[in-house]
């Protein structure tokens, strides 16, 4: 292979607002389970998720669940994501993989 390694140039996908706006969604979105209330529980969740071609987030699985309720409502606010900027190699754009981790806390 004769490519150099900065031939090719990855373009990052890029949300509104940046990560505060990744944090912010979060944030307005969160709807902490019934079911976690009423037993106490609490975690961090930590959701995969793919950047499609067209700018969407899809859940794409977990590094770290806590309790099923939980685990739902971090892919729910995922699938809630406004759209993204999608990545690109070159002009080409491209899905790109992500983990969010999403603090359950009752305070």
Not at 83 to 99: D, H, S
């Amino acid at each position: 292979d004769t490519a150099k390694p900065d031939s090719i140039a990855l373009k990052y996908p890029m949300y509104p607002d940046g990560l505060e706006g990744v944090m912010q969604h979060v944030r307005a979105k969160v709807e902490y389970p019934q079911e976690a209330k009423l037993n106490m529980i609490q975690g961090v969740v930590i959701v995969k998720y793919i950047i499609k071609k067209n700018g969407t987030a899809k859940p794409s699985g977990f590094v770290q669940r806590v309790h099923p309720s939980l685990d739902y409502e971090a892919k729910r606010i995922i699938r809630r994501m406004d759209r993204w900027v999608p990545g690109y190699i070159g002009e080409n754009p491209v899905r790109v993989e992500y983990a969010l981790p999403i603090n359950f806390l009752l305070r």
